[in-house]
């Protein structure tokens, strides 16, 4: 059925088409709406056999999920930023104990300085977490993801995160199409687990593992993630068949293989980068983009075939390893080393600054060029950094650098609800 | 002990059998032919906790765990579920590849027990399942300190898990250090008998139990290992009621106090008897019952068999020592100990 929703709300209702039996929660901007309106469709009796818990802390939320799933229950839960952060452990120890929890990332920046809008720091923070890490282009896909993630978990025993552009897509209110609860059970089944506390027959889980067996355990973890490669695949297109649309997959390909110039980058920004190359190719220049849907597994090998034929990527990113650069750059780097492949790593969008079709354009005309740099931060503003470097050199107690670059800027800081 | 030798024993002398040790495995006397055995072996105990674990010889927390679980199996026909947050317990009953435990058991975190236990109560309870019930248990640390955020939820929502405390004094799985749970005067690795008030300071620290007392949970009682029975009453009374309940055990540990393994049952009752360990159960928040204390013992007989309190006792510490025995002083009055 068609409907105008918000990201979130779309998000939340394909959550309970997925009959999820424990979600706890927390609350933080901007995946609030998600978690709020699955206790609205619990407490009304629209979600049956759902114990749902606003719990004291993410770190509590995911423990919680932990303890569900472990008990062999359905699980979901959603943060973003210092939310996952602050249940950090808990997310590190829910993909070693290979629980298949899956939450929502409402993807947003990390402070200090504190901010709300979105970026990807918080998804890239957890890059070596051991869960699986989706991203979608748009709530359409936010939503089918969600339902495809449910599968993957319980395939795999693997948590999964799915990652969604905090505001730009959980705030955005869009058409969605919403599948039927008898597509939803067609496609995913109930779920069986792996491992489950069960007083019929006892089971220790979270052993402590010494030196003799560690590194096959953790050799495992990663074993699955590469066979996560083939799964993600298989049930993109039997979601494809069911549901009658392309969502998921590992990658996605728009005119990547036959362009000599091609962007790379994950999440909502395809959808502007779409409209500047579909004006840049009716204009005759051979420019595509590849969009990562899944991070990790990171689908190395599809990326190098895919940019097989290219001669410049740009690598996007919402987020940076401060002191090394672009973390996506450098992986693509690593995928594609023996392609001759000019990489240039481009960071932008950090804490919600607006990503302009016009600046994306101003980058792929320097790329024509061949003058674009190897690392470029979009939109800098060079003279308000150079003013605070500056005022570093003249003296020990300059102050606190936020505050400082905000007063020269004239920003005034909007944002109540941290 | 050998077959001939055990069948020469008499079963009507059944608690003087000894426990025994074979290799690097304390079996007790679950050896012996089943009428010889001790009533700690007989062979309907569930042993959740079972034998050929890791702990120190002479530990409470042991003992406490092993009674405390077979007695909420009792209680609930079998039906117990367990989380364990990181510490002493958690270690020395799971060395991989194998496993202490004979009940379902799940160690995840340090600090989030609580929380990993709330989650597998939810679980159970969109299943349906109101039969099988939800035991946590941590370290004085994992519950006082680090574990406190997620208690204190768990306590908030009034989850229907029992939580169990092993109160040893300390972090003693990382090497004695102090916890909030430490008491006053004790050395630790990080509050050693240096200064002019050696050991952990005077009036810091927390009191779990009625911290849990004042979040008016069904039930908050306190227990120690010298009296199993007591003990296991109060699990086996924890679990007639639903919600959130929280059951605070003493348990000596020969390695952090610096006492003799053979002590540990001693000790457990001296700290009662001195006044230090008050026992007493609550219900909704008030104080419902507490265990008078038959023969009062001065505080230093129970700090003399302690290296942590060795300081103590020196003559320049009588300040210390007159601090200790007013706390006593003062469990009494509050709990009514006499
Ligand atoms: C987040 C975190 N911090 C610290 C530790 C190290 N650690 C493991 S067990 C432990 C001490 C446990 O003390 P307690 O809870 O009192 O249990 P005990 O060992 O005394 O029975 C510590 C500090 C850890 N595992 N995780
Ligand atoms: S250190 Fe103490 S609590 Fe830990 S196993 Fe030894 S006696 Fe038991
Ligand atoms: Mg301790």
Redesign the interface.
């Known amino acids: 059925m068609l409907r105008q929703i918000s990201g979130s709300i779309a998000v939340a209702e394909a959550i309970a088409l997925c009959r999820p039996?424990?979600v706890?929660c927390y609350p933080i901007t901007p995946q609030t709406h998600i978690v709020e309106h699955i206790s609205t469709l619990v407490k009304s009796g629209q979600l049956k056999?759902?114990?749902y818990?606003n719990?004291?802390?993410e770190?509590?939320?995911m423990?919680?999920?932990?303890?569900?799933?472990?008990?062999?229950?359905r699980?979901y839960t959603a943060t973003a930023s210092q939310g996952l952060l602050f249940m950090m452990?808990?997310v590190y120890?829910a993909s070693g104990?290979s629980l298949p929890i899956v939450m929502t990332l409402g993807n947003r920046s990390i402070g200090a300085p504190i901010n709300i809008w979105n970026d990807h720091s918080d998804a890239m923070s957890v890059r070596d977490a051991g869960w699986i890490q989706l991203f979608v282009e748009s709530n359409q896909q936010a939503l089918d993801v969600h339902i495809q993630a449910f599968k993957l978990a319980e395939a795999l025993s693997l948590p999964v995160m799915v990652n969604m552009d905090g505001f730009i897509l959980t705030h955005a209110i869009t058409r969605v199409d919403m599948p039927t609860q008898e597509q939803v059970d067609q496609f995913l089944p109930a779920f069986v687990a792996r491992q489950k506390?069960?007083?019929d027959?006892?089971?220790?889980?979270?052993?402590?593992?010494?030196p003799?067996?560690f590194t096959e355990v953790r050799y495992l973890a990663h074993h699955k993630q590469k066979e996560a490669l083939a799964v993600i695949e298989q049930q993109a297109a039997e979601f494809h068949e069911i549901f009658g649309r392309d969502s998921g997959g590992l990658i996605k390909s728009y005119f990547a293989e036959h362009s000599e110039i091609v962007f790379v980058a994950m999440g909502s920004v395809i959808g502007t980068m779409l409209e500047l190359i579909e004006e840049l190719r009716t204009e005759g220049h051979s420019v595509g983009i590849l969009s990562l849907r899944s991070f990790r597994p990171f689908p190395a090998n599809a990326i190098c075939n895919a940019l097989g034929n290219a001669k410049q990527a740009i690598i996007f990113e919402k987020s940076f390893a401060v002191g090394m650069g672009g973390v996506l750059a450098s992986e693509i780097h690593m995928a594609t080393a023996g392609n001759d492949l000019k990489i240039s790593s481009v960071i932008g969008g950090l804490g919600g600054r607006t990503i302009t079709k016009k600046s994306l354009g101003k980058i792929v005309e320097c790329a024509m060029h061949g003058e674009l740099d190897k690392e470029v931060f979009l939109d800098l503003e060079g003279t308000t950094v150079v003013k605070e470097l500056r005022r570093q050199q003249e003296g020990q107690s300059s102050g606190p650098v936020a505050e400082n670059i905000l007063r020269d800027m004239g920003v005034v800081s909007a944002s109540k609800t941290l | 002990m050998s077959k001939e030798e055990t069948s020469t024993l008499n079963p009507s002398s059944r608690q003087t059998v000894k426990f025994y040790q074979t290799g690097t495995f304390t079996v007790g006397n679950r050896l012996l032919d089943e009428e010889f055995r001790t009533v700690q072996a007989t062979t309907e105990r569930s042993n959740s906790l079972d034998s050929g674990h890791r702990a120190c010889q002479g530990c409470g927390q042991a003992l406490g765990a092993r009674y405390a679980l077979d007695a909420a199996m009792r209680a609930t026909d079998?039906?117990?579920?367990a989380?364990?947050a990181t510490g002493c317990l958690?270690?020395f009953t799971?060395?991989?590849?194998e496993?202490a435990?004979?009940?379902?058991?799940?160690?995840?975190?340090f600090?989030?027990v609580?929380?990993?236990?709330?989650?597998?109560?939810?679980?159970?309870?969109?299943?349906?399942d109101s039969t099988?019930r939800v035991i946590a248990q941590g370290g004085d640390g994992g519950t006082t300190d680090i574990g406190f955020?997620?208690l204190?939820?768990m306590f908030?929502?009034n989850d229907d898990v029992l939580y169990i405390c092993y109160d040893n004094g300390g972090y003693m799985n990382t090497g004695v250090q102090r916890s909030s749970a430490t008491p006053a005067a004790a050395r630790t690795a990080t509050t050693m008998p240096v200064g002019d008030n050696p050991g952990s300071s005077f009036n810091t620290g927390k009191y779990l139990p009625t911290i849990a007392m004042a979040h008016e949970i069904p039930y908050v009682a306190t227990a120690s290992v010298h009296d199993l029975h007591d003990l296991e009453r109060k699990v086996e009374k924890a679990m007639t009621f639903r919600g959130a309940r929280y059951i605070h055990i003493n348990v000596p540990c020969p390695l952090g106090w610096g006492s003799q393994p053979a002590f540990t049952i001693k000790l457990s009752r001296m700290g009662v008897e001195c006044g230090l360990v008050p026992l007493f159960e609550a219900e909704n928040g008030q104080l419902t019952d507490s265990t008078k204390i038959r023969y009062r013992i001065p505080v230093e007989e129970y700090l003399k068999l302690q290296r942590r309190f060795a300081h103590v006792l020196k003559p320049h510490n009588t300040h210390q020592l007159d601090a200790i025995r007013a706390i006593a002083e003062n469990n009494i009055k509050r709990f009514n100990l006499l």
């Open positions: 039996e424990v706890p056999n759902c114990s818990e719990v004291e802390s770190f509590a939320s423990s919680f999920c932990i303890g569900a799933s472990a008990a062999g229950s699980t452990e808990a120890n104990l506390l069960d007083t027959a006892p089971l220790s889980i979270g052993a402590m593992v010494g003799d067996a | 079998n039906k117990i579920i989380a364990n958690e270690v799971t060395p991989y590849p496993t435990w004979s009940i379902p058991w799940v160690h995840s975190l600090g989030n609580a929380a990993v236990a709330s989650g597998i109560a939810a679980a159970l309870k969109s299943k349906g099988t955020g997620c204190s939820g908030d929502r």
